[in-house]
Nanobody
């Protein structure tokens, strides 16, 4: 069992930056690929970024490529999402997730999810 707790969300002006953190419980964090997803009301949860167990592989959604950076610190059981040049369309609840099988862009591939953190970007 893995429990995930996100933090770092908030209100920011367009063009600003935020860093989200997701802390995992347990001793097996390094066994999981990690992902960030986001969701707005009335829409499906969508892929944002994913990182492999040893940080060797990262993948991004086209909408955030060049603006967002995913990273992890296995010693701290933490995955991060650095978000820069934020746009109003980045407004969403952001979720982190853990995947024992490896990196994936599919929500169904992930085994554990956090409760989410709200990011609001004002224009």
């Amino acid at each position: 069992q893995v429990q995930l707790v996100e933090s770092g969300g908030g209100l920011v002006q367009a063009g600003g930056s935020l860093r989200l953190s997701c802390v995992a419980s347990g001793r097996t964090f390094s066994s999981y690929a990690m992902g960030w997803f986001r969701q707005v009301p009335g829409k499906e949860r969508e892929f944002v970024a994913t990182i492999s167990r040893n940080s060797g592989i990262t993948r991004y959604a086209d909408a955030v490529k060049g603006r967002f950076t995913i990273s992890r610190d296995n010693a701290r059981n933490t995955v991060y999402l650095q978000m820069s040049s934020l746009k109003p369309e980045d407004t969403a609840v952001y979720y982190c997730a853990a995947n024992l099988q490896g990196t994936s862009t599919r929500t169904g591939a992930y085994d554990y999810w956090g409760q989410g953190t709200q990011v609001t970007v004002s224009s």
